[in-house]
């Protein structure tokens, strides 16, 4: 088994035991306590880094030297109207889905 394989079972272990609503900062200390190649330092860790970061990117992680958002997608983002938007096209998409099946 490889690093990059011996660290995505850990991590899909992990995954397994944490409460689906478990924050961020979270994930963060149940990745760092479940480090399973003894020294941080060498190919390696930068395997388990660079898995950790793919795992963490899908709840919300922003890596550092990630290009900055531009000032039209914080506005769009962080907007009640945005909230609005994705919830009609929710409900949109959830209508058409039923209204297609007979």
Same mark, same amino acid.
């Given at each position: 088994? &490889? @690093?990059?394989?011996?660290?995505?079972?850990?991590? !899909?272990?992990?995954?397994?035991d944490l409460p689906s609503d478990a924050s961020l900062g979270?994930?963060?200390?149940?990745? %760092? %306590? #479940?480090?399973?190649?003894?020294?941080?330092?060498?190919?390696?860790? =930068?395997? @388990?880094? &660079?898995?950790?970061?793919?795992?963490?990117? =899908?709840?919300?992680?922003?890596? =550092?030297?990630?290009?900055? +958002?531009?000032?039209?997608?914080? +506005?769009?983002?962080?907007?009640? !109207?945005? *909230? *609005?938007?994705?919830? $009609?096209? %929710? !409900? +949109?998409? +959830?209508? =058409? #889905?039923? $209204? *297609?099946?007979?």
């Amino acid at each position: 088994m &490889s @690093w990059r394989e011996e660290a995505r079972r850990v991590i !899909a272990e992990l995954h397994r035991d944490l409460p689906s609503d478990a924050s961020l900062g979270e994930r963060r200390r149940a990745l %760092d %306590d #479940a480090y399973p190649f003894g020294l941080r330092q060498f190919y390696p860790y =930068k395997v @388990w880094l &660079s898995e950790r970061r793919a795992y963490l990117c =899908k709840f919300g992680y922003i890596p =550092k030297g990630a290009p900055p +958002m531009s000032p039209m997608e914080r +506005m769009m983002t962080n907007t009640p !109207a945005h *909230d *609005d938007l994705a919830r $009609a096209g %929710d !409900a +949109m998409a +959830m209508e =058409k #889905a039923s $209204a *297609d099946r007979p």
